[in-house]
């Protein structure tokens, strides 16, 4: 298969909102990094581009908590993530922003080249607004009491104590936070982009041509959406900061900041042209470009979904692979900024990177790691701990040992100077090692050629663990004690040293996509170009000349020491947030009642558990006849169930029902709904349902039996 022709690398573009954490580092960019610096030492034509993303309602709440405008919030922000990204050695060709010209033109021409072509529809809905502030409210502007869990400090979206995601419609007693007055439901008019209209599409992309060369995950996220059923999805919304609607009649409308966001790709990609005198448009419009999105697995279904079908309609290339990363957890729990539980890129450049001479060797010590507890494939744990075990145990201890006792004993045993090599006394040991060189390059470039960067790195680790044990068994500190008596012994020297310093050599060229400060140290005390780092050279045994003179070892790493790890255990525990505790009528009965039984299958029916619920509201599913969208009260939590009983009750008649529900059935989606339970009903022989209900009115969440 022959290579393509350029390639363009994203990484997600993180919210302008505030700094972000290690886990944001490990999910989207650190990977995208590796495999944009090994394709450029590839000499491939590459370009990688990121930016901010400043639309959407989390940056005027940001605005409000901070007393100032979303304007400043951007600003501030932009600069302190860009700042953050550098000094990380992030390498982006471009870290754009949303807020610039170029990107609201360019947003706005994608908008309308869909609309002009009648590939979106306009639906009147009815949305909450606030009368006092006289505006429509996003789903962050509404705040109420949980559902679920009865805390006050849930939102439209999403409950900050419980983790729900909630609807506004869910919320007990809501709020505006703009005016604290009730909303009120008010008509509004969007555009929306019909998801369901793409579905073949889909299918034929993702379940069949990418099914093998996806990730597991991701393959199996999207099935889940498509079989689901795809709702259209709006691509404006009400709200004062944003790009604008080009229309004549979308006056106080914006374009929803996730058909906006993506979008953001191409115009750094532009902007980068324009900055370099390049074609921006081969990047995104020749089919000979592989585009490769990095990102967290939040943003799937818009990067596998709802991003490509926009790229489709409007004639452009889609994205060959998205390795979405699962979640990087901290100390045994969810990294939260809310509940400040995070270690946010800012602290740890603070704390090690600004502390050191240049801080090269203590950002390598971050990107070793993260990669090495990458969540590829599950989620993963960032232990501070772990962290000073990988530095001390691997980085010290094994390849920068490695690296140190080569430059000392070849100045100490070679005059430092690249010793011959002997061909005529080789051994067994000697080409071993020389064949273990020479393979190593295949193993790591075909690994990161499928985005496996935590194997790849444990390639290279691995390389300089077999030539610590090479130096081990041939003791040139040995043989120089016989050199009195057997001056020949000298060779035997040579050989080993020669060997090892090229093996050194290929470990630069290895770790240079992973450990940038680390690669460019290591061709400083070879007293070679940078060039040498060219992907090509990996796997040569003759990269350092004989008899060229090399610079004195400098330590490639330092120890992290135990008083380090306990201070940031210490000041992360110190600073966490703990929920509330207040105990509401709502949390008293999950306590009592909430010990359900394992989660069951259908197979599992023997193990049941079965308890009353009381139907808070009921409504029709649209598109789908049969389905209604229940939300059950169960006393220690309120469920979504989704229940085919749509042709034998009307909603408004089954409000305040006791019910029989299965709780402890496995969730499952339904026409994009998760349904997380099922009422049980009895049919009779007419075919007609009926409801199985306790007797007599008893508190929801009561067993049966």
Same mark, same amino acid.
């Given at each position: ?14 919210? *302008? ?56 919030? #951007? ?62 409210? =996003? ?35 809501? !709020? ?84 906006? *966001? ?28 592989? $585009? +490769? ?24 290339? $889609?994205?060959?692979? +998205?390795? *979405? ?23 740890? #450049? ?106 790849? $790195? ?14 081990? /068994? ?45 690669? /460019? ?68 009965? /999950?306590?009592?009642? =909430? ?58 008649? #089954?409000?305040?029902?006791? !019910? ?18 099922? #009422? ?8 007609? $349902? ?16």
């Amino acid at each position: 298969m022959s290579l393509p022709k350029r390639y363009l690398i994203t990484s997600a573009l993180p919210y *302008a909102n505030g700094l972000k954490h290690v886990g944001h580092l490990a999910g989207a960019y650190i990977p995208a990094d590796i495999y944009a610096r090994y394709l450029r030492a590839q000499k491939r034509d590459v370009v990688f581009v990121c930016g901010s993303d400043e639309h959407g309602t989390a940056i005027p709440i940001q605005a409000t908590k901070e007393g100032t405008t979303p304007r400043a919030i #951007i600003d501030k922000y932009h600069e302190a993530m860009k700042q953050d990204f550098e000094d990380l050695s992030m390498s982006f060709d471009i870290y754009h922003r949303t807020s610039e010209p170029i990107h609201h033109e360019t947003a706005q021409e994608f908008f309308t080249y869909l609309n002009d072509r009648g590939e979106l529809e306009t639906k009147e809905t009815e949305q909450y607004y606030d009368e006092e502030a006289k505006t429509f409210l =996003a789903d962050r502007y509404i705040k109420g009491t949980c559902p679920n869990c009865g805390s006050d400090r849930a939102f439209g979206d999403q409950c900050e104590n419980c983790g729900r995601t909630l609807s506004p419609d869910e919320l007990i007693n809501p !709020v505006s936070t703009l005016s604290g007055k009730a909303p009120v439901k008010k008509k509004t008019s969007h555009w929306y982009l019909p998801l369901g209209k793409h579905e073949e599409f889909l299918r034929e992309w993702i379940l069949n041509e990418h099914k093998d060369d996806w990730r597991a995950t991701v393959v199996g996220q999207c099935k889940s959406w498509i079989e689901g059923g795809l709702q259209s999805r709006a691509v404006t919304r009400d709200l004062d900061w944003g790009i604008k609607v080009p229309l004549k009649d979308a006056e106080g409308k914006v374009l929803y900041v996730w058909f906006d *966001a993506p979008i953001g790709y191409i115009s750094a990609t532009k902007q980068w042209a324009l900055n370099n005198g390049k074609d921006w448009e081969p990047y995104w419009n020749d089919k000979d470009t592989k $585009l +490769v999105h990095f990102i967290g697995k939040d943003n799937i279904v818009f990067h596998c979904i709802i991003f490509p079908i926009m790229l489709k309609l409007h004639g452009n290339i $889609l994205p060959t692979n +998205v390795p *979405a990363n699962e979640f990087l957890n901290l100390e045994g729990d969810k990294m939260s900024t809310s509940r400040n539980w995070k270690l946010d890129m800012r602290d740890y #450049i603070t704390d090690f990177v600004k502390k050191e001479n240049g801080g090269g060797q203590t950002v390598d010590m971050l990107r070793y790691y993260l990669t090495q507890i990458a969540p590829e494939t599950k989620d993963s744990e960032f232990m501070w701990k772990g962290f000073q075990d990988a530095v001390n145990s691997e980085l010290v201890s094994i390849f920068g040992n490695f690296v140190n006792r080569t430059w000392v004993l070849m100045h100490k045993l070679c005059g430092g100077k690249v010793p011959k090599l002997h061909e005529e006394l080789l051994d067994d040991e000697d080409r071993k090692l020389m064949a273990e060189i020479e393979n190593a390059k295949a193993k790591v470039e075909n690994l990161l050629e499928e985005y496996k960067f935590r194997d790849a $790195l444990f390639e290279v680790i691995d390389l300089s663990r077999r030539g610590n044990q090479y130096m081990q /068994k041939k003791e040139p500190w040995i043989v120089a004690k016989q050199l009195a008596e057997n001056p020949e012994a000298q060779k035997s020297i040579d050989n080993t040293m020669h060997l090892c310093l090229q093996l050194s050599a290929n470990l630069a060229i290895l770790i240079n996509p992973f450990l940038p400060n680390t690669a /460019k140290k290591m061709i400083g005390m070879m007293k070679v170009v940078e060039k040498m780092l060219d992907w090509e050279n990996a796997g040569k045994l003759k990269l350092l000349s004989v008899g060229y003179t090399l610079r004195a070892p400098e330590l490639l790493f330092r120890k992290i020491e135990d008083d380090e790890i306990k201070y940031q255990v210490e000041k992360l525990k110190s600073g966490l947030v703990k929920p509330e505790t207040t105990t509401t009528k709502v949390e008293e009965a /999950k306590s009592e009642t =909430a010990n359900l039984k394992s989660e069951i299958q259908f197979d599992d029916f023997a193990k049941i558990d079965l308890k009353v619920g009381t139907i808070v509201t009921a409504e029709k599913v649209e598109k789908a006849d049969k389905l209604l969208k229940l939300s059950i009260d169960l006393g220690f939590e309120t469920r979504t169930i989704v229940s085919g009983i749509a042709l034998h009750f009307k909603p408004e008649d #089954i409000v305040g029902k006791q !019910v029989v529900v299965v709780a402890n059935l496995a969730p499952r989606k339904m026409r994009g709904i998760e349904s997380n339970g099922m #009422i049980l009903m009895a049919e009779d022989k007419e075919g007609k $349902l009926h409801f199985v209900s306790p007797s007599t009115v008893i508190n929801p969440g009561a067993g049966v039996s």
